[in-house]
């Protein structure tokens, strides 16, 4: 059920791309700067939150941990691994989602928000303090 929402939110998510080129990735020593040594993020998808929210912590060394809640059907927990590969985070959710997703990520704006992108679409936004 988990691994279907998921699923789901990523094929509802598809951003538009020609807005997303107007924004910039960040580079691998802007990523190790701001990750290397842990960060925990607020994200939402690019509807305000209307299809998901999250939590997630990016624990120095590697350890991912957090929920995701979707309406309708509450927190899911998160409990993966996170490594820095160029300049993308690539991740793994745990039983919510075993398989590696790597994401670059954009500045949106705010000094401290990024836009989400997995394989080129807009998938969500992450803020932090």
């Known amino acids: 059920m988990v691994r279907f929402l998921l699923t789901a939110l990523g094929v509802v998510l598809i951003g538009s791309s020609a807005f997303a080129q107007a924004k910039r990735s960040l580079n691998a020593a802007e990523m190790q700067a701001l990750v290397g040594k842990g960060l925990s993020v607020a ?6 939150g209307n299809k998901f929210s999250g939590r997630v912590n990016l624990e120095a060394g590697g350890r991912l941990t957090g929920s995701l809640n ?3 059907h509450g927190a899911v927990p ?52």
């Open 70 to 72: 979707v309406p309708g």
């Open 78 to 129: 998160l409990n993966g691994t996170w490594k820095l590969q160029g300049n993308r985070i690539c991740r793994t959710l745990g039983a919510a989602q075993p398989e590696e997703v790597c994401e670059t990520w954009l500045r949106a704006g705010a000094a401290k928000e990024v836009t989400v992108q997995v394989d080129g679409k807009d998938v969500s936004i992450n803020r932090w303090q």
């Open 43 to 48: 994200s939402i998808d690019n509807e305000g």
